[in-house]
């Protein structure tokens, strides 16, 4: 959203107050916490510049095109003061519990199997901008992402007291953990910023140790080629022979270094109460849970798409999830697959036919 001029605070609040009542709008609308950070450069944000020199972005050439306005927000926004972080926690406790028949199924990262999240979470920012137009009887120059723009979400998050960045590069909430989907609403408002919570991973590397494709080269460093997020999700080619076992049953995502997490194994992790059932639109629908690996690998275009109505799950494409899943029919061991392996293998898409190959090979 943006209006024309400047926006300032009603001359009955003052900044601290109108930040209040911002962060009391943004959990009215639904999320779990909300933060403020000043709009400029970091370290974090500075350090993107060599990490897309180590060629740690793969083939996200997305990411090249904005660099200067991924290391400084006011770039994005002319006039940029103040970044509001919101955070929703998206896995309220729960243990994956794979059915007794475990056998030939898959898993999707846990934010995926239900709503989209950039489309629930970009709602309630966009009500929030709203509001506070309200509140201050005048435009506001503001511009908010969800997981979609030139902004670091995490960085910003760690500096407006959300928590810290663990060794994962992801946001450790002290209460929460580090299941939390983040949005941002840069603006040109001047909003009292938060202190940033210290550091509380210490010595422990249980996220680091977890990875199953070593994917960080130094803590809080991601060489993304390596990380299964990438490779079944925005790396939409062959997934590197080298890391095919590693990948085991993920169809979609992993989080294999949260779970190994004790901030998020912990018994004192709270969740606060989800009057608006946000969590519950966020939660997986029954086909994603644990689905078989024999249902995807029947499935055609048309179908891929109804069973993907609403869900992040589109982003990975009908021919990323199909290669995926042959990856994952070949780390099975199930020989019921392979009729349905075989017929990949033997069709016209030679992406498929290759990963269908190796599957053969892998059930040998």
């Not at 020199?53 to 095109?65: I, N």
């Not at 709503?115 to 709602?123: A, P």
């Not at 997020?229 to 890391?243: F, H, K, S, V, W």
Request: charged share 30%; aromatic share 6%; hydrophobic share 35%.
């Amino acid at each position: 959203m943006s209006g024309a001029g400047t926006a300032t605070p009603s001359p009955s609040l003052s900044g601290r107050e109108l930040t209040r009542e911002i962060k009391a709008l943004a959990l009215a609308v639904g999320f779990d916490v909300a933060g403020v950070a000043p709009a400029r450069a970091t370290a974090e944000t500075r350090f993107l510049r060599e990490w897309l020199a180590r060629g740690y972005a793969g083939g996200m050439r997305y990411l090249t095109r904005r660099v200067e306005e991924r290391v400084d927000p006011r770039r994005v926004l002319e006039g940029a003061r103040s970044l509001l972080v919101v955070g929703l926690a998206y896995d309220p406790g729960r243990r994956f519990t794979p059915p007794l028949d475990a056998g030939g199924r898959g898993r999707v990262a846990r934010y995926a199997g239900g709503d989209d999240y950039h489309e629930l979470m970009g709602d309630r920012l966009r009500a929030i901008e709203s509001g506070i137009e309200a509140l201050l009887e005048a435009p506001l120059r503001s511009r908010s992402y969800v997981d979609t723009g030139p902004v670091l979400e995490r960085v910003f998050a760690a500096h407006a007291g959300l928590g810290w960045l663990g060794k994962n590069g992801l946001l450790i909430h002290p209460r929460l953990g580090s299941y939390l989907l983040l949005g941002v609403m840069l603006s040109d408002l001047e909003l009292a910023p938060d202190a940033p919570e210290p550091d509380r991973c210490g010595t422990c590397r249980a996220c680091l140790d977890a990875c199953p494709t070593g994917a960080f080269t130094e803590p809080r460093v991601l060489d993304a080629r390596r990380c299964i997020a990438y490779t079944t999700i925005e790396d939409l080619g062959p997934i590197p022979e080298e890391l095919r076992r590693a990948h085991g049953d993920r169809l979609f995502g992993c989080d294999a270094c949260q779970e190994a997490c004790p901030w998020n194994r912990r018994r004192g992790r709270e969740i606060p109460p989800d009057p608006l059932g946000l969590r519950e639109r966020l939660a997986p629908r029954s086909p994603w849970l644990y689905p078989t690996l024999e249902w995807i690998l029947k499935l055609d275009e048309e179908a891929w798409r109804r069973a993907t109505r609403r869900s992040s799950l589109r982003r990975a494409k009908y021919r990323g999830l199909l290669r995926n899943t042959l990856i994952a029919a070949g780390n099975s061991g199930d020989p019921s697959l392979r009729p349905l392996i075989e017929r990949h293998a033997n069709g016209d898409d030679p992406l498929l036919a290759e990963h269908a190959h190796w599957a053969l090979t892998r059930l040998e």
